[in-house]
């Protein structure tokens, strides 16, 4: 049934439906980690520190689910399922790992869900967030590269994940000491997956020439990536709450200025540093380092580079 679904999706959108195509691909662009974590980061850094931190605590702690998920169901792409399944344009370049839960959609759920599941927000503006959701989650079907299956358990596991940070950072705020035991129960979390994702077998399948369709440990690649997010921002935003405490309260001039250095250092880690640490490490290594430096970039050291900076500017 899923396959056929995409199929149909596929005959409309190469059809009548090419007018939507470009459309659903701006809808997927705001699922993708690059869109997701800069959005974050600036909210974090520029709008509400509070908000930022549960949006990042919560996304962090999906993309750990999202990676145990996949390489526990090991659900190969719809293209390789069934040769007839064709991804519009080059949306298959961003298509990562096992197809199952979509990432696009956990990361949609972890940012506009999070929105959505907030009581103190508008009530037309969670209705505004949660239909984002369920566009950039249907745009992964339109595209052909994730079945309705991954798309739905994508967005009741990243809402549910937003629900539960909305609890914990609560708790958080009544029990403000509590920080540590959160960061350690965390990255202990993160640690137990990394290892499961190391040992645990792989399926391998072969095609009629007998090459092997899909290489489980490259697939698990995406899993050392949330394992490299959570643990960096849970060890940043306990190191930012305890050594630098940046505040939010500022004027205009200041939250522009953040938003133009963050995001061009930021772009400048992501785009420089990162590839030159996966070329030098190569695997797993290599993938936790590159993305853990990105989020404590994020979570911690830019706060402490604008707090030193503000400082001294006074």
């Given at each position: ?24 691909t ?24 509070d ?25 190969y ?34 940012i ?34 994730h ?34 035991l ?19 077998p ?9 090459k092997?369709?899909?290489e ?59 590839p ?39």
């Amino acid at each position: 049934m899923d396959i056929n679904m995409l199929l149909t999706l596929q005959e409309f959108r190469n059809g009548a439906g090419a007018i939507f195509a470009g459309f659903f691909t701006k809808m997927t662009w705001l699922g993708e980690l690059t869109t997701a974590i800069a959005i974050m980061a600036l909210i974090y850094w520029c709008i509400s520190k509070d908000f930022g931190a549960y949006l990042l605590m919560g996304w962090s702690g999906n993309r750990l689910v999202n990676g145990v998920l996949k390489v526990t169901a090991c659900a190969y792409r719809p293209w390789i399922r069934d040769a007839r399944i064709v991804p519009y344009g080059d949306s298959i370049t961003t298509a990562t790992g096992y197809s199952f839960p979509s990432g696009h959609t956990m990361n949609a759920a972890s940012i506009f869900g999070g929105g959505a599941v907030r009581k103190d927000l508008p009530r037309v503006l969670r209705v505004v967030l949660g239909i984002l959701v369920l566009l950039v989650g249907f745009s992964r079907n339109f595209l052909g590269v994730h079945t309705p299956q991954d798309v739905l358990v994508g967005i009741v596991a990243g809402t549910l994940v937003m629900f539960l940070t909305v609890k914990l950072m609560q708790w958080i705020n009544i029990h403000p000491e509590k920080d540590l035991l959160v960061v350690g129960i965390g990255v202990g979390l993160a640690v137990l997956v990394a290892i499961y994702a190391a040992v645990k077998p792989y399926p391998v399948d072969t095609d009629a020439s007998g090459k092997v369709l899909v290489e489980g440990a490259k697939m698990a690649n995406d899993t050392f990536k949330g394992v490299g997010y959570c643990t960096a921002f849970l060890t940043g935003w306990v190191l930012e709450r305890r050594f630098v405490k940046f505040s939010t309260d500022i004027s205009m001039k200041q939250r522009f200025t953040r938003l133009a250095v963050g995001l061009l250092s930021y772009y400048a880690v992501s785009l420089i540093l990162v590839p030159i640490i996966k070329d030098g490490i190569s695997g797993a290594p290599g993938t936790f380092i590159s993305c853990y430096l990105q989020i404590l970039y994020v979570s911690f050291i830019f706060p402490w580079i604008i707090k030193r900076f503000e400082k001294n500017d006074v």
